[in-house]
Structure formats: C-alpha cells, structure tokens
C-alpha cells in the first residue's frame, strides 16, 4: 500500500535525518495522520487555494469544506497545519481577504502564498499577470490577519525584484527554495541564503551550528 511505504519513508528520515518533516498527501483520515504523526511527521501541507465563494470556479473535484476538514483533523492531531492559496486566478480582493480570514479562523500555523504564472495552454492562460504591487500588499494584509503565522513566498518570485527581497519587509517569514517546486526557476539556494543574509536573517538551521561546534 502505498501509505504504508510513506510512513516507512518518514520514519526513516525521522530517524536519520535531523530535518522537520512535513507531509503533502491530500485528503487523510484522522487514523492516517495519527499514523503520520506517530512516524515523525510534525506538519501537514493542505492548501485552500483560494476563498470558499472563488472555490467551485477552480475545482470541481472536491470541495472548499473537503479541505476544511482535512485541516481541522490535522490540529486536532496537534500537527503543525501548512495553507495558502494562489492570488491572480481571477479572484477580487474581498476573495482574497476571505482566504487570509478563513486561515486565521482554522490557527494555520504555515500560509505559503503562490502567484499565478499564467502558462500557456493551461486553462488560466488569458489572465492577466499579477503586479509586484499585488502581491506585496497581498503579503502584508495576510500578516496583519495572521500575526502569528510564518507567511512564505512560493511559486511566483519570479515577479518580485531580487526574488522576492521586498516580500520581507511586507510581512514574508520564509521562502520555499530552489528550483523543483517552481514553474519557472529563478532562486536558487544560494542566492536565497545571500539575499537573506543581507536582510540581516539567520537562515543557518541548528544543527548545522551544532556541526561546526564540534
């Protein structure tokens, strides 16, 4: 079962890596992710995507509530709940006033926030681009409704000015890095750490600390 070897795959990164382990794996049941959980995992990925009202233009898969749920099992769990959404799907911004406020009311510990790159041949692709404009202001009010969240930056840096260095002097807490989540690369590690660093953030984790103590 395919479950079962990603549990077995979290519970040997648990042990032998000294890593925070998140896991993305869609819609569990509260036994699934108690099982995650006992395995080492700490965060579960779930995005909401978009508001409750914008939802049903995006997907019609499943429903906003669906994800609703899954996210409410996971902090009755006590894990760690990563949501956000994309912004420039054709949302207002009431929509995406919704979406920071639905986040709040659920205690989303993690809101990566993802700009639409509209590529071609894809059922988006005639919206127009969102503006760097947007997506500052769209990080700074999801702060203010989410003080206590960690907001990062996703898909989209590609549209900020030096990958994004403005984004965190508007309430951006972190960074998904490199080059596999992104649909088209910019960042890099490197160039993160060095663009961070000269925001005057520590991004050297623990145990790398730890290493060179020794």
Known sequence: MEFDKAVHIFETMHRECQIDLCASMGFLDEEQLHHLHEAGVTSYHHNIETSKRNFPNICTTHTYEQKVETLKKVKAEGMRACSGGIIGMGETWEDRLDMAISLAELGIDSIPIIALMPIQGTPLEHLPQVTEKEILRTIAFFRYINPLADIRLAAGRALLTNDGELAFWS???ATITGNMLTTAACAT???????????????TPDYWRQKEDE
């Open 171 to 173: 309430g951006a807490y």
């Open 189 to 203: 590690i490197r160039s993160d750490r060095r663009m961070l660093q000269g925001l005057n953030r520590e991004v």
